[in-house]
């Protein structure tokens, strides 16, 4: 049986993993407590809208007014964070790209999480079959090779030869969307980390498809 997309192209956090509310957000609240003590850190909820619009790094230097020392100390905590704590992928999710490699599809992530910690979380998944994409893009200081940039996709297209049409991007967040729609991808929306309504409204608008779950996910690719 055919395939409707011979690639997707995955997000990792709160996409595949659910590491936002664990990792990231506790790990800036303890960048908070270091580098501003006296200001209250942003919710979780204002965390996740952060990364939506206008992105970690422009809220960090545009808002915050971090220097580059605190940039740099900001990293070294996240790195902390993340490395020292592994997230859960979303039940049925590893499953379901089984499934799609089966029929033979492509599994290629692009994320703003590290490559190699992004090969750990599928490395230290426990499941009857072990799993890792094909190819990973991961977070990258060069803000031209990281998304929205479309040199990941390029990458993609490249190395295995497919057309726009060929291909789904699957992410939580604007950049992703941005990133597809710039390549003229289609994009679907994960919709089973987090419910913000105006996330969700601006996904709901902008993708071809809204997954409420990971079951809907592995229904819509495995057609």
Not at 25 to 42: G, K, T, W
Not at 126 to 139: K, L, Q, T, V, Y
Request: net charge negative.
């Amino acid at each position: 049986m055919s395939l409707r997309f011979k690639c997707v192209i995955l997000d990792h956090d709160d996409t595949a993993v659910d590491s936002t509310a664990s990792i990231h957000y506790q790990a800036h609240v303890e960048v908070m407590r270091i580098l501003r003590p006296d200001q209250e850190p942003i919710s979780l909820d204002g965390w996740f809208l952060k990364n939506f619009d206008p992105g970690i790094m422009e809220y960090l230097i545009d808002e915050l007014r971090f220097d580059e020392a605190e940039i740099e100390k900001e990293y070294q905590v996240w790195r902390d964070f993340t490395t020292s704590s592994t997230p859960r992928f979303f039940p049925g999710f590893i499953e379901a790209l089984i499934k799609y490699r089966k029929r033979g599809g492509i599994v290629a992530v692009v994320s703003h999480s590290e490559k190699a910690l992004i090969e750990r979380d599928y490395l230290s998944h426990n499941g009857p079959e072990s799993f890792m994409p094909d190819i990973i893009f991961g977070w990258d200081y060069d803000e031209g090779k990281r998304k929205p940039s479309l040199y990941p996709i390029h990458g993609i297209m490249h190395t295995y030869a497919l057309a726009a049409k060929e291909m789904l991007v699957v992410d939580d967040l604007k950049p992703g969307v941005v990133m597809a729609q710039s390549a003229h991808i289609p994009v679907a929306a994960a919709g089973w980390g987090h419910s913000i309504p105006e996330i969700q409204q601006y996904m709901r608008n902008n993708c071809i498809a809204y997954f409420d779950s990971v079951e809907e996910f592995e229904s819509f690719i495995l057609t």
